[in-house]
């Protein structure tokens, strides 16, 4: 069977279930969820060594991912059962002839359709099969049709099998959940511009999603793209933070640059510090604790290797702060300087290396500080050590990081996402195509849902 044939046979299946799931009740859809995280935490120890082995990103990192995957199940479900996917708006109507005078209208929600969603390589689990996209669009009331990815291919397969099971237990059309699997890039797109297609979810490299994002664009009845992109998440750490715990501070972020290998969308990629005394000891730390810390392997050699380029690429414009000695195992950290009127003029400082290094941004002053963030120009997160007093800088200071970021952190790092309501994960571009979403929390179902007001319309249809 050809890649586009396997391509219209899953989205044919997620077409044929998508009319019942638009109609399925919040109770069936959160009896779904739920089973599908039972089934995950029940298949634990047979698929944690398997995503172990595809991605070498070791067991407990992958033992935490599992649980953070069915606890968003289950929050989505316990979402749909409190009423707020099924939010409706009435305006009841009003005698008398506009403005005052109105019919009686009711606005609600209703699924978009079957949803194309793209796995990501660094999270088997959470942004994979049974991830927040599937989660989210499931709970919308729409059938998901599921790109893995190509760094863990047996284990898509193997939680793909785990649902399949679920949904057949539970008497619910198989198309609810489709894979696509061992695709190109080709049939990746081919997915992206099937008719039948009415959204698609993308975690990934800025040069995959764009290129995915202009198709759907393109398409005859374009559709919405729902990327995350990349980041390169400055930290901003100002002199008063760093004398008051400046050793720990050093190494919770020697930390957070390294961890799972910096693959993750939001690893600190460029520290912002002002010209000073405080900030020299703190570089200094932060060698320190970066230099003896071995890194696991990256998931594939084509991720290596995309670093290696990118860290050369930095390298080429900026100090060498420490070396980027190699290993077998994982790529060594490695830790680069600028002042920050050349990031501000140069581009090429400014695209992410996605892996264990950094950029070191000096500034002379807060305003310059602020010209560094507004330079990024979007990013999934930014952080502010040091922005706690109300003043009119840091007021200036906070306004900047707000207008390039989807969140905005005053104190620890920011890799780890927390699973909530008021969760934002998706910034101005480049970090995502829709900075207005969120990929992460429960504030996801929003994306696969349209709006729809219906006028003087009678009861049974406002259901």
């Known amino acids: 069977m050809s890649e586009h044939s396997v391509v219209d046979t899953a989205v044919a299946q997620a077409r044929a279930a998508a009319p019942q799931w638009a109609e399925a009740s919040a109770q069936v859809r959160a009896t779904l969820l739920r089973g599908l995280a039972d089934a995950l935490e ?11 082995e595809e991605t070498q990103l070791g067991a407990g990192r992958l033992t935490g991912e599992i649980a953070r995957t069915a606890f968003q199940l289950r929050g989505f479900a316990d979402g749909l059962e409190s009423g707020p996917a099924y939010a409706r708006i009435v305006d009841q109507a009003v005698a008398g002839a506009p403005p005052a005078g109105r019919p009686q209208l009711t606005r609600v929600l209703r699924p978009l359709g079957p949803v194309a969603m793209f796995s990501a390589s660094n999270f088997p689990f959470a942004f994979s099969v049974l991830g927040g996209d599937t989660a989210s669009s499931l709970a919308a009331g729409c059938p998901v049709v599921v790109k893995a990815h190509s760094g863990h291919p047996r284990l898509s397969q193997a939680v793909f099998k785990l649902a399949r099971d679920v949904v057949r237990a539970q008497g619910l059309p198989e198309g609810l959940l489709t894979l696509v699997d061992n695709a190109s890039r080709g049939a990746g797109g081919y997915l992206v511009q099937h008719p039948d297609i009415a959204a ?34 400055p930290l901003v750490a100002l002199p008063a933070a760093l004398e008051q715990n400046g050793t720990e501070l050093a190494k919770t972020l020697a930390g957070s640059i390294t961890m799972g290998c910096g693959q993750f969308c939001t690893s600190p990629g460029v520290i912002v510090l002002l010209d000073h005394p405080t900030s020299d000891r703190f570089v200094g730390q932060l060698c320190e604790d970066l230099a003896p ?25 900026a100090t060498t702060l420490l070396a980027p000695a190699g290993s077998a195992q994982g790529p060594a950290p490695r830790l680069y300087a600028t002042d920050a009127a050349t990031f501000i003029k140069d581009p090429a400082l400014r695209e992410e290396m996605f892996g264990p290094g950094a950029l070191v941004v000096k500034a002379q002053d807060l305003d310059q500080i602020n010209q560094v963030l507004h330079a990024v120009g979007g990013t999934l997160t930014t952080t502010l050590w040091g922005a706690n007093e109300d003043t009119a800088a840091n007021r200036a200071m906070v306004r900047a990081a707000e207008s390039v970021s989807g969140r905005v952190l005053f104190s620890g ?35 696969f849902l349209r709006p729809v007001a219906l006028q003087d319309a009678p009861a049974w249809a406002q259901a």
């Open 42 to 52: 029940a298949q634990k120890d047979h698929l944690i060594p398997l995503a172990d």
């Open 413 to 447: 790092v920011p890799t780890g996402v927390a699973v909530c309501a008021a969760q934002q994960h998706g910034g101005p571009w480049p970090s995502s195509t829709a900075p207005q979403n969120t990929s992460v929390g429960y504030a996801a179902i929003e994306r």
């Open 293 to 317: 810390i071995q890194t696991h392997a990256m998931l594939t050699p084509g991720m290596r290797q995309d670093f290696e380029q990118a860290s050369a690429h930095v390298a080429g414009h």
């Open 200 to 233: 698609v979810a993308f975690t990934g490299s800025f040069q995959g999603g764009t290129a995915l994002w202009k198709l759907a664009n393109e398409r005859p009845r374009p559709v919405p793209f729902f990327g995350e992109l990349g980041s390169i998440n």
